[in-house]
């Protein structure tokens, strides 16, 4: 079982991960985990903050000549903005009481609910924690999930299918293609005319001093059939995904498959038939086939298949051999340059909410979180499924499975 805690504030000296139940034998880079934390930082609509850091990751401990050795992994993150926050963020009394005290909560952060709950009257003791910088550290953790789950060919791809209620009209695309379309655009959006739109409308709220949400599609391929389990209510993959994806800063709505559209239709709209193909038959191979929901379901190969994937991937809490697929809702960024009525906790004085500098819309930015924290699911309930304290022990565990099922 992988068990993780991240630590650090937005504008400390750094942000630390601390990351357990990762199998020895596996190869980790901290390119690797560079490479998405770069991924996080990009996408139009972000704010000046993202010009400022570079994320880089320093691995210091659990990993020895590029390979884990079965022990924790800790990982450090400077904020390169520290230098400018020493005395404000220091943790020594001689600098009490540098910087100016924030008593003016901004609506939709934690603000106002975090300094009544902790007792707080410097409001920076809850925003400096609560900040989305923190999933800095979960794209870390996940891009080592990541490395896991690559040694078994399970690969996990996000994009962004709506912003500001412009969705994508692009379907059939196999998962390859998203992946490399999503790659190459700047709001991870696969959909040219969509992302063209999407950009117009970024820069209509940024003139007006608002922001924008949106939707982004995480989809999950290679996942073998039997993740996860009905048996407790919290060992379900769905309810984990649905956690994880849901715990990310300002996501307010989770799907998997075809989520609230099923709510609208006729069962037989909805549920999908299983077929089975002789093993013998040519097997189309994983990219080449598409994975919407709505259209011939996501991998024809040898043995137990479906035509559609409205389940997304996940039956009973198990995953049963389709790719997954999650959808998460992001609400705009809560911080606007044009002003929200909030109170004056000191004076309890009507005032219009203070603006620093912000995103305008970061939901790509979100997309690549989701997959950190979905691949550290992923690789959680795979542990669970074929655990083994080596790299090798688990491939063997997992051969062993991969037979069972060839003969079932
Ligand atoms: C990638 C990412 C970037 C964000 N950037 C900002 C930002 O620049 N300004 C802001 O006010 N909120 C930003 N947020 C959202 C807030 O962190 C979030 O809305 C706030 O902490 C309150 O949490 P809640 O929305 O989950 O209730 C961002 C969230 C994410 C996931």
Redesign the pocket.
């Known amino acids: 079982m992988i068990r993780y805690l991240t630590a650090g504030e937005s504008h400390g000296s750094s942000l630390t991960a601390i990351l357990e139940g990762i199998p020895a034998g596996l190869s980790v880079k901290e390119d690797d985990i560079n490479f998405d934390l770069a991924r996080?930082q990009i996408g139009y609509g972000?704010?000046l903050?993202m010009g400022i850091e570079k994320d880089i990751v320093n691995i210091t401990s659990g990993v020895r000549w590029g390979k884990t050795m079965g022990s924790p992994i800790s990982m450090v993150i400077q904020n390169k903005d520290w230098e400018k926050w020493q005395a404000e963020m220091s943790i020594s009394t001689q600098h009490e009481g540098k910087g100016i005290r924030l008593n003016r909560p901004?609506p939709?952060?934690?603000d106002l609910a975090g300094a009544i709950k902790y007792n707080q009257r410097d409001i920076r003791n809850i925003?400096e924690r609560?900040?989305?910088r923190e999933?800095a550290c979960r794209v870390a953790v996940g891009a080592v999930a990541k490395c896991l789950l690559k040694e078994f060919g399970i690969k996990i791809i996000s994009h962004v299918t709506e912003i500001g209620g412009i969705g994508i009209s692009t379907q059939n695309l196999t998962p390859e293609d998203v992946y490399g379309r999503a790659e190459v655009s700047e709001l991870r959006c696969i959909d040219d005319n969509a992302e063209r739109e999407m950009k117009a409308k970024i820069d209509e709220a940024k003139v007006g001093g608002d922001?924008l949400g949106g939707v982004f599609e995480i989809v999950v391929t290679g996942v073998p059939v039997g993740l996860g389990t009905y048996a407790q209510w919290d060992k379900k993959l769905d309810g984990r995904i649905a956690y994880a994806l849901m715990s990310?800063?300002?996501?307010?709505g989770v799907e998997i498959g075809l989520g609230f559209e099923s709510a609208r239709r006729w069962g037989s709209q909805v549920h999908d038939e299983i077929y089975y193909k002789s093993p013998s038959r040519d097997d189309k191979g994983l990219s080449e086939v598409p994975f919407d929901t709505e259209a011939q379901g996501s991998k024809p190969k040898e043995g137990f298949y479906r035509k559609t994937n409205n389940a997304g991937g996940i039956e009973g809490g198990i995953s049963n051999g389709e790719h997954i697929i999650a959808r998460a809702a992001?609400?705009p960024?809560?911080?606007?340059p044009k002003p929200l009525k909030s109170v004056d906790i000191d004076t309890k004085e009507s005032f219009n909410a203070s603006v620093?500098?912000?995103?305008t819309c970061?939901v790509a930015?979100?997309g690549v979180?989701g997959e950190a924290v979905v691949a550290i699911e992923i690789a959680n309930t795979f542990l669970e499924k074929f655990g083994g304290d080596s790299v090798e022990e688990i491939r063997r565990n997992y051969e062993g499975y991969l037979n069972y099922i060839k003969n079932y």
């Open positions: 996080r972000r704010g903050r901004r939709g952060h934690a925003l609560a900040s989305a999933t922001s990310i800063q300002a996501i307010k992001m609400k960024i809560p911080t606007l620093e500098r912000s995103d970061a930015a979100a979180i």
